[in-house]
């Protein structure tokens, strides 16, 4: 059988984006028949039952796209998504789908989130070390794994307000295809970040402030999964500081609080609400305005990795470093300037996702 050939990828794009927003309002309607809310508590941003589940719709319009695009191109890193990306996603999907309904536990959740990140760094077509050097002999893979892990993790972690993780997702996507155009990068997949990107900015459509439904597990675990896989390709592949710079909002904000939760001896595996962005919508800020702020420094952060992969990568990557601990400071004290108030106290967790 003859596969027809992938159109132009942002022909894919669009086409991830138009399916997506039909995906979710039909996503929407049978959550809501089946009752699967997600009920307001003293842990929640939102304040009205919503459903959760709307992940469901992202892969069921991502995947068969990722395929069709990985299916007629040269299975290599300048082609569509190598397939063990492909598949890891949707192995996480039908895990996370069944903890959005039964609630896994914290270990089975983990180990399924590592043994993906293994098994795809061993299949992944990686030109060199994905530390470049840095890190000698089996403490390079090692490491890759842990990071890739707690990128999949901390993806889910953030996804806390409305709009959120859609913003990260199609600025990454974004800055991911841009940098696969590159030549000294070495030719990255240039489609499958850009259909990532197009079925979130559809899911945005349904998930910006006030939010007709969220993503849930089924969909921040495979995305951050995906995207982190390409974010270690991209890294292999030389340009460590473009693959540190473009998600640096997220790592930054999720990193730094579990470091600060772990000094405070709180419990690093209950869930929070002391992320930067869960302290400026306590402050007064909107959802939607807090999203915009993370929008607008993720832009910035695309042009910065974009830099340092072009020129040289040290100013870019210092100039990241300290956007982003300004944009930390600014949402955990928002001014009033930009809809601030005194934030409320932040001892009561928020649940995951």
């Known amino acids: 059988m003859i596969l027809l050939a992938a159109p132009h990828p942002l022909i894919l794009a669009a086409l991830a984006a138009v399916l997506t927003v039909a995906g979710v309002r039909l996503a929407e309607l049978w959550l809501r028949r089946r009752a699967l809310l997600d009920h307001p508590n003293a842990r929640s941003s939102h304040s009205v039952p919503t459903p959760r589940g709307g992940g469901l719709a992202v892969m069921a319009v991502a995947v068969p796209l990722l395929a069709w695009d990985a ?5 290599t890193m ?11 996603g949707v192995g996480l999907a039908v895990v996370s789908w069944w903890d959005d309904l039964r609630n896994l536990p914290a270990r089975a959740r983990l180990l399924a989130h590592v043994m993906a990140c293994v098994a795809g760094l ?9 530390f470049q050097g840095w890190l000698p002999g089996v403490l390079d893979p090692l490491a890759a794994v842990l990071a890739w892990a707690w990128f999949v993790n901390l993806v889910n972690f953030m996804d806390g307000i409305d709009g959120i993780t859609g913003v990260e997702t199609v600025t990454v996507g974004l800055a991911l295809a841009l940098l696969a ?7 990255l997949p240039v489609a499958a970040p850009l259909i990532l990107a197009g079925a979130m900015a559809g899911f945005l459509v349904w998930n910006w402030h006030p939010a007709r439904l969220f ?10 999964y995906l995207l982190g896989g390409l974010l ?3 890294a292999a592949s030389g340009a460590w500081a473009a ?7 997220y790592w930054g904000d999720a990193t730094l609080t579990l470091l600060v939760r772990a000094a405070r001896r709180r419990p690093l595996a209950q869930a929070h609400r002391e992320h930067a962005y869960q302290r400026a919508v306590q402050a007064g800020l909107s959802h939607a305005r807090v999203s915009t702020v993370i929008a607008t420094v993720n832009a910035v952060l695309v042009g910065l990795a974009l830099a340092s992969a072009l020129w040289t990568p040290w100013p870019p990557l210092a100039a990241a470093a300290v956007l982003v601990l300004a944009t930390l400071a600014l949402l955990h ?14 001892s009561a967790p928020a649940p995951r996702g």
């Open 71 to 75: 299916a007629t191109r040269p299975a």
């Open 78 to 88: 300048g082609g569509g998504l190598p397939w063990a990306l492909i598949l890891g």
């Open 122 to 130: 061993l299949l992944l077509p990686l030109p060199g070390p994905v």
């Open 181 to 187: 155009t590159v030549p000294a990068v070495g030719g």
């Open 215 to 224: 993503l849930g597990d089924v969909g921040s675990v495979p995305l951050g």
């Open 232 to 234: 270690v390709m991209l």
């Open 243 to 249: 693959a540190l710079i473009a998600p640096a909002y």
């Open 333 to 346: 004290r928002p001014p009033r300037w930009l809809g601030g108030r005194t934030p409320a106290p932040a």
